[in-house]
């Protein structure tokens, strides 16, 4: 019998979490593991606290899932001030300069925009949460000494401009973009104002969807209070990976981490979620010298 005034503790899956604007990544971390009981408790895709939408909170066993979903195709809308600068590329920061954007036509914002699509280098922020020699970016950009950041290699499948407002000399863009994990919207918004000529930054970013989990999944924190439901471990994996259905013997065995002919993936390249005949996730695999080995293990 559960003592009065405690909490049982969560199974293990998925909370799809609306995150609310002015609140870290780990501060709806911290919710949860209240909520949960648990503290064993992870995100996967660090949301800015100015930002908002889909965080996707692992809870228990599913935290072995996180490393994995965060590598997927994310979705976000957005609005970009042209016209000024800021030193966090983000509304956040400290406006560093201003250039009229009055002139800026529609045709020129949508080429600069076309501009930035594809596989492209990209600049990650130096207000960030990269780390360099040790400490994050963020940090010694607070301490002054800036880092120099490496471009890094990121896709963006797809930057479209929604609408367009103009104020005097700024410009506010809404803009849709679907890209790879590892895309910064902020990195964007920077970019597309150096390539106008006119400065940018991020005045709004929404995040509707990561791989498989879309932003009408989402429950607000308020609304998790009130009842505090999830995505079940097994349901959450066969979403975001392709199934594979295991005998009996094979799970006994990759359960206990034996390797399977690799010929059992087919062709796939990511992960891939194995499940027991009776339903029951046993693990993930990937291939590697023509076996299939298990990533991570979910069953004793």
Do not use: W
Not at 124 to 151: D, H, M, Q
Not at 177 to 187: D, E, F, L, M, Q
Not at 188 to 212: F, I, K, Q, S, Y
């Amino acid at each position: 019998m559960t003592p009065a005034g405690s909490r049982v503790p969560a199974a293990s899956g998925l909370v799809i979490v609306d995150k609310p604007s002015g609140q870290t990544s780990h501060d709806v971390v911290a919710q949860i593991r209240r909520l949960a009981g648990t503290r064993r408790v992870g995100h996967a895709g660090t949301l800015d606290p100015m930002a908002t939408g889909v965080l996707v909170i692992g809870v228990e066993k599913a935290t072995r899932l996180l490393g994995h979903l965060a590598l997927t195709e994310k979705e976000y809308t957005a609005t970009i001030r042209l016209g000024q600068a800021t030193d966090t590329d983000d509304a956040d920061g400290v406006i560093t300069a201003q250039t009229s954007a009055a002139g800026v036509s529609q045709a020129a914002l949508e080429a600069a925009a076309a501009a930035l699509t594809g596989e492209i280098q990209q600049v990650p922020p130096g207000f960030s949460a990269i780390k360099v020699a040790g400490k994050r970016a963020y940090r010694l950009a607070r301490e002054g000494a800036a880092p120099e950041l490496a471009a890094r290699t990121v896709t963006v499948r797809s930057f479209t401009v929604l609408a367009v407002r103009r104020r005097g000399d700024l410009l506010d863009a809404d803009v849709a973009v679907t890209c790879s994990s590892g895309t910064y919207i902020r990195a964007l918004a920077r970019d597309l104002g150096a390539a106008l000529g006119v400065g940018g930054h991020l005045t709004a970013l929404r995040r509707t969807r990561v791989g498989p989990y879309e932003i009408g999944q989402a429950r607000t924190l308020e609304q998790l209070e009130t009842s505090f439901t999830l995505i079940p471990l097994a349901e959450a994996a066969d979403m975001a990976f392709r199934r594979l259905n295991l005998t009996e013997e094979d799970a006994r065995l990759v359960a206990h981490g034996r390797r399977l002919p690799a010929a059992m993936l087919g062709n796939e390249t990511g992960p891939v979620a194995a499940f027991a005949p009776d339903g029951s996730l046993i693990a993930l695999l990937t291939e590697e010298a023509g076996q299939a080995r298990p990533l991570a293990v979910f069953v004793p």
